[in-house]
């Protein structure tokens, strides 16, 4: 058993829901905290230190049920299950968590009678993103189908603790915060929930970005968050700010330039060195910005799309050493440590493979011939993996 997740059904005879799911090995802690109408969910390998993986309002009556379940998923076989140390108790009071209410006024909202955000547009702020169009247009001037939306601002965190946000939405969706693509739902799908769980400060403004589109039928967008202190609802129109802060006036937030390692004072950073795109139109097309690259005499090095750390690379007596941390190279988006130099017209490549540390039976090391330093870019790569 690799997979756990909290499911929850608010209603009698209503289908269940799913809130968050976590990918660990048994044997491992679980459990539930019932505070009032909410009901909080956590797990743990130690049964000491434990990880937050959801809250829901439920309306559980005075009187309840608590214990151990198991089901076959089978109705011609037993399923057999092992629990030990089993305890119920009344919860343990957890240490106060300051709430930060913001003054927002809600998000910037563009919408557009193109499904890929084009045409003209109909701009407004709404407050918060909680609609249900059914059938019917989203605003005036704009079709009930067949047309997409922008909204972007800045999410101001109430607690400083895991935060899910979720995205509901039909057909298609994408969330940026801090210029990070969190939720990538770009494909046509019925009323479907995404999440993603960040690390917010009290306080602090992130920006952020959702991106919608609606081709036919039924039209749903909404922008939902929960946390260990905040049952999942609509994120308030006190957290969300039409207006980004943007210090140095060169067009980029500056939650999103701290982010990526550029100076929210330094109105410079817009201009993206050696790039084909400046770090402006990158912010508002949804890429990463560009890094500037390191040189080693004929070759060029640095990061491309996503990584979680600085990478580096070093040339010492014909050897190539790179460090990266990046997602993958894989699906519509990269995120790696890149050596490279521009060529032009018909070549070959040829490197030898000495090892790759194992970081992941899916780490990639080998060698590339890519369209551009876009994460997206058109890519050729001949690698070799730990394990597969």
């Not at 929930?193 to 749903?220: C, I, P, Q």
Request: one cysteine or more; hydrophobic letters at 35%; glycine letters at 10%.
């Amino acid at each position: 058993m690799d997979k756990f997740f909290f499911q929850q059904r608010g209603s009698a005879g209503v289908e269940k829901a799913t809130d968050s799911l976590t990918a660990l090995p048994s044997p491992r802690w679980l459990k539930l905290v019932r505070e009032g109408q909410a009901v909080k969910a956590y797990d743990s390998n130690d049964g000491v230190t434990w990880e937050w993986l959801g809250t829901e309002m439920l309306g559980l009556p005075e009187k309840c049920y608590v214990g151990l379940a198991v089901t076959s998923h089978d109705v011609s076989r037993l399923s057999r299950a092992l629990f030990e140390q089993v305890a119920v108790g009344r919860p343990k009071l957890a240490p106060e968590t300051r709430s930060k209410t913001g003054k927002g006024d809600g998000l910037r909202a563009a919408y557009y009678p193109e499904m890929d955000l084009t045409g003209a547009r109909v701009e407004r702020i709404d407050a918060t993103v909680n609609f249900d169009w059914g059938l019917g247009s989203p605003a005036e001037g704009v079709g009930r189908s067949g047309f997409s939306v922008r909204w972007e601002g800045e999410l101001e965190a109430q607690f400083t603790e895991p935060c899910a946000i979720h995205v509901i939405s039909d057909d298609r969706a994408r969330l940026w915060l801090n210029g990070e693509l969190l939720i990538d739902e770009w494909y046509e799908h019925a009323q479907s929930m995404s999440t993603t769980v960040v690390n917010l400060k009290a306080g602090h403004r992130y920006s952020l970005r959702l991106d919608y589109f609606e081709n036919r039928g039924r039209a749903v967008a909404k922008l939902l968050w929960s946390s260990p202190s905040i049952p999942q609802q609509v994120i308030p129109q006190s957290q969300l700010y039409s207006r980004a802060t943007d210090d140095d006036q060169d067009g980029l937030p500056d939650a999103w330039e701290s982010s990526h390692g550029l100076s929210p004072s330094d109105p410079a950073d817009a201009i993206a060195p050696g790039g084909t795109l400046s770090n402006r139109r990158k912010y508002e097309a949804g890429f990463e910005p560009v890094a500037e690259p390191r040189r080693h005499g004929i070759w060029l090095s640095q990061d491309v799309g996503r990584v979680g750390q600085a990478g580096a690379a070093e040339l010492v007596d014909g050897t190539w050493t790179l460090k990266s941390s990046g997602a993958d190279v894989w699906a519509n988006a990269d995120g790696l440590q890149f050596v490279y130099q521009v060529w032009r017209g018909d070549g070959e490549l040829v490197a030898r493979l000495i090892n790759q540390e194992n970081t992941d039976p899916w780490a990639k090391a080998g060698i590339m011939m890519r369209e551009s330093l876009q994460a997206d870019a058109r890519h050729a790569m001949l690698a070799g993996t730990p394990e597969h």
